[in-house]
């Protein structure tokens, strides 16, 4: 059984920072990429950054130059630092992994628990 566990949202004042981090464990074979949504109610969850194995990156628009997204392949954790952070960030944060169990099987998507990030003006 596969689990991502996310730790590291809270409350912060606009221009703040915080960091996310989401470590995965249980029967994995190899992920392909990790990744970090968010969603606020009434509205569709949104990717905000994925990195693949091979390291390659990929931010949504608004928080280009604000957030990094980096991993530690080794322990299966990757991390969200969330810098100048806007109201607009509020949201619940999900972590997200694309990865194989089995080296014969399809690789499927799990979900963390999600983590609320909000930012007060």
């Known amino acids: 059984q596969v689990q991502l566990v996310e730790s590291g949202g809270g409350l912060v004042q606009a221009g703040g920072s915080l960091r996310l981090s989401c470590a995965a464990s249980g029967s994995i074979f190899s992920i392909n990429y990790m990744g970090w949504y968010r969603q606020t109610p009434g509205k569709q969850r949104e990717l905000v950054a994925a990195?693949?194995?091979?390291?390659?990156?990929n931010y949504t628009d608004s928080v280009k130059g604000r957030f990094t997204i980096s991993r530690d392949a080794a322990k299966k954790i990757v991390y969200l630092q969330m810098n100048s952070l806007k109201p607009e960030d509020t949201a619940v944060y999900y972590c997200?992994?694309?990865?194989?169990?089995?080296?014969?099987?399809?690789?499927?998507?799990?979900w963390g628990q999600g983590t609320q990030v909000t930012v007060s003006s």
């Open positions: 990195i693949t194995s091979g390291g390659t990156t």
């Open positions: 997200n992994a694309n990865l194989r169990i089995k080296f014969y099987l399809t690789p499927g998507n799990y």
